[in-house]
């Protein structure tokens, strides 16, 4: 009897997120499917593809960076338009 193993290839991390039970994962976007196929993996099933989790996590830090910038120019912009 022989088994057989098919590999999935990641295109993209799409999102994080923490279980309840404090287990980390991501979610996958496959290539040569469609985004209803994406599906959360376990951090520990991606480990092949640690290049594609280490994108997903840098532009998490540049939008979170954006965001607070943004943040920071429309106060101060408010703050002159009351003076």
Known sequence: MSTTSIDYEVEAIKDKRVT???E???KVHWVGFSESD???????MLGACQ??????????VRVVKFTRFMQFI???SYRIRIV
Do not use: A
């Open 38 to 44: 994406d599906s959360w993996e376990p951090v520990e």
């Open 24 to 26: 980390v994962q991501y």
């Open 74 to 76: 429309c106060s101060f």
């Open 51 to 60: 290049d594609r989790i280490t994108e997903y996590e840098e532009r998490q």
């Open 20 to 22: 309840v039970d404090g």
